[in-house]
């Protein structure tokens, strides 16, 4: 069983910056794509953004390009969201998925496993 646990979240005023990490238990980590989704109270789970195995490709949703970076450290084993100029909008729960057959797809259908969420709360 894959393990992902989230961890970088917290409180922060509009305009600044987080950083969110994702390490793995994976064995295989390096073979999956990884992507970031976020939810909101009420809301639905929206992705954010994903990147290949290699870290070669990277796919963002149209409201955080510019502002965040997803990269990843293989030999740790580890994704990581950078957000920058956090706005109240952005605030959510916040989740690392793993997909195993290599899809980096913005669908949530497409991942198999799931972290357990890091809260991000912007205050205006």
């Known amino acids: 069983q894959v393990q992902l646990v989230e961890s970088g979240g917290g409180l922060v005023q509009a305009g600044g910056s987080l950083r969110l990490s994702c390490a793995s238990t994976?064995?295989?980590?390096?073979?999956?794509?990884m992507g970031w989704f976020r939810q909101a109270p009420g809301k639905e789970r929206d992705f954010v953004a994903a990147i290949t195995w290699r870290g070669s490709t990277t796919y963002y949703t149209d409201s955080v390009k510019g502002r965040f970076a997803i990269s990843r450290d293989n030999a740790k084993k580890t994704v990581y969201l950078q957000m920058n100029s956090l706005k109240p909008e952005d605030t959510a729960v916040y989740y690392c998925a793993a997909d195993r057959y290599g899809r980096a797809s913005s669908s949530s259908d497409a991942y198999d496993y799931w972290g357990q969420g890091t809260q991000v709360t912007v205050s205006s």
């Open positions: 994976a064995r295989t980590f390096s073979a999956y794509d």
